[in-house]
């Protein structure tokens, strides 16, 4: 079965950086599109960063410039490099996989993984 493992959360102060993970096994990992989401509780969830169906990065506006997102298909694995972290960043963090792109940029994919949190402090 589809399983997406996030990992590489954690406490850091601001100005810091981490690089999350998300492990993908279970499905042919080249033909799914990746993204990632972050959420706070008793917010909505919110979008940060994905590929879309020409494998190009979007990021939200919020993320520009200090989140950067990329994948290792031999690993079938993502990544969510976080650089200059702010308070505001705090949250759980998770990724996301479906065939269709747009279905993971509309935050409506089919697989999820089950999160790590990221606290700036």
Same mark, same amino acid.
């Given at each position: 079965h589809v399983?997406?493992?996030e ?9 810091g950086?981490?690089?999350l993970?998300?492990a993908?096994?279970?499905?042919r990992?080249?033909?799914y ?7 706070v509780?008793g917010?909505e969830r $919110?979008?940060? =960063?994905?590929f879309?169906?020409n494998?190009?990065p ?6 520009? %410039? #200090?989140? *950067? ?6 690993k079938s694995?993502?990544?969510l490099q976080?650089?200059?972290l702010k308070? $505001?960043?705090? =949250?759980?963090?998770y990724?996301?996989?479906d065939?269709?792109?747009?279905s993971?940029v509309? %935050? #409506?994919a *089919? ?7 990221v606290?700036v402090?």
């Amino acid at each position: 079965h589809v399983q997406l493992v996030e990992s590489g959360g954690g406490s850091v102060q601001a100005g810091g950086s981490l690089r999350l993970s998300c492990a993908a096994s279970g499905y042919r990992y080249a033909s799914y599109c990746m993204g990632w989401f972050r959420q706070v509780p008793g917010d909505e969830r $919110e979008g940060v =960063a994905f590929f879309n169906h020409n494998g190009e990065p979007i990021y939200a506006d919020s993320v520009k %410039g #200090r989140f *950067t997102i990329s994948k290792d298909k031999a690993k079938s694995t993502s990544y969510l490099q976080m650089d200059n972290l702010k308070a $505001e960043d705090t =949250a759980m963090y998770y990724c996301a996989a479906d065939t269709v792109c747009e279905s993971v940029v509309m %935050g #409506r994919a *089919t697989y999820w993984g089950q999160g790590t949190q990221v606290t700036v402090s």
